[in-house]
């Protein structure tokens, strides 16, 4: 099974901050790897899929990058409804597996 | 757009086996894109997926929970449904239907979710 592991697990940042998480996979995943965004209560939601293609709707300060093992999701400027938990997910094979979340906070 | 939702109880006891539906609406689950499939999340902690379903029926299962799990799918009603026997407290969790789009290999709706919690 392909282990993804994020860095770092909460980050607290301001708004206008610019940030990077980053995820590794076990092996290497290509480019098949999505990230999702998850407020308290809600379903996650859908960023970036195939390492580095916006979702439809998605702000373009959201952005990623990366191939083979280390990725990276950026925000480049943080605003008030960003500060939530991220997760990465790769879909190489199955069975697909998500990183441990990094929770954003508000600095 | 796709909309999905969860529906089944909320409590289940330990040993029985935890039964939940999602009906899709917006689009046809009989689609040739999409895997339907289930993810949870236990309180607090991170996700994990469970399986999908084909519409013609295949199923992909997390080896983790294999020997528990059946997913099916009932494409006259547009639903499918999970089935996971012999459950124990460390089944709670949300569990999530998702579509799993296949041509671009994400989950990209999600049901809102159902919180089902093994007690007693």
């Known amino acids: 099974d392909i282990q993804m592991t994020q860095s770092p697990s909460s980050l607290c940042a301001s708004v206008g901050d610019r940030v990077t998480i980053t995820c590794r996979a076990s092996?290497?995943?290509?480019?098949?790897l999505n990230w999702y965004q998850q407020k308290p209560g809600k379903a996650p939601k859908l960023l970036i899929y195939?390492?580095?293609s916006l979702q439809s709707g998605v702000p373009s300060r959201f952005s990623g990058s990366g191939s083979g093992t280390d990725f990276t999701l950026t925000i480049s400027s943080l605003q008030p409804e960003d500060f939530a938990t991220y997760y990465c997910q790769q879909s190489y094979n199955t069975p697909y597996s998500f990183g441990q979340g990094t929770k954003l906070e508000i600095k | 757009q796709l909309q999905l939702q969860e529906s089944g109880p909320g409590l289940v006891k330990p040993s029985e086996t935890l039964s939940l539906t999602c009906t899709v609406s917006g689009g046809s689950i009989s689609s040739s894109s999409y895997y339907w499939g289930w993810i949870r999340q236990p309180p607090g902690k991170g996700l994990e997926w469970i399986g999908y379903?084909?519409?013609?029926?295949?199923?992909y299962y997390n080896p983790s929970l294999k020997s528990r799990v059946t997913i099916s799918v009932d494409t006259s009603k547009n639903q499918f449904s999970l089935k996971l026997s012999s459950v124990t407290a460390a089944d709670t969790a949300v569990y999530y239907c998702?579509?799993?789009?296949?041509?671009?290999?994400?989950?990209?709706?999600w049901g809102q979710g159902i919180l089902v919690t093994v007690s007693s």
């Open positions: 092996q290497s995943i290509t480019s098949y």
């Open positions: 195939a390492a580095s």
């Open positions: 998702a579509s799993y789009y296949y041509y671009g290999t994400h989950f990209g709706y």
């Open positions: 379903i084909y519409y013609s029926g295949s199923t």
